[in-house]
């Protein structure tokens, strides 16, 4: 299996990017962090990659951060969707998985 990767690259500029690979296990950890006094905060870390997602200003939320948010629910979905396609049938029936 290949882990969980980062890489930072350079430029002669400057920093150019930050280029990060989760290869999600059962061993990685998940979460939301729900706050009353700011928005919340998507967590994802496994072994030594860790990436948090939250809106620019968390003094403003705003429309565009939702529907950010919402892309971003898709692409789960179709994330998601794709995986269980990929599980043979078999194995569907047995963990109680949608055909």
Same mark, same amino acid.
């Given at each position: 299996?290949?882990? =969980?990767?980062?890489?930072? #690259?350079?430029? *002669?500029?400057?920093?150019?990017? +930050? !280029? @990060? %690979?989760? #290869?999600?296990?059962? =061993?990685?950890?998940?979460? $939301? $962090?729900?706050? &009353? !006094?700011? *928005? &919340?905060?998507? =967590?994802?870390?496994?072994?030594?990659?860790? +990436? %948090? +997602?939250?809106?620019?200003? %968390?003094?403003?939320?705003? @429309?565009?951060?939702?529907?950010? @948010?919402?892309?971003?629910? !898709? &692409?789960?979905?179709?994330?998601?969707? !794709?995986?269980?396609?990929?599980? *043979? %049938?078999? &194995?569907?029936?047995?963990?109680?998985?949608?055909?």
């Amino acid at each position: 299996m290949i882990p =969980s990767t980062a890489y930072i #690259k350079f430029r *002669p500029d400057g920093l150019g990017e +930050v !280029d @990060a %690979s989760l #290869k999600l296990t059962g =061993s990685s950890h998940i979460q $939301c $962090c729900l706050y &009353a !006094d700011r *928005p &919340a905060i998507l =967590s994802v870390t496994d072994a030594h990659v860790s +990436v %948090s +997602v939250t809106v620019p200003d %968390s003094e403003a939320v705003t @429309a565009a951060d939702v529907e950010t @948010a919402r892309r971003l629910a !898709d &692409a789960l979905n179709q994330y998601i969707a !794709d995986l269980e396609r990929r599980i *043979p %049938s078999a &194995a569907r029936a047995a963990d109680g998985v949608a055909a």
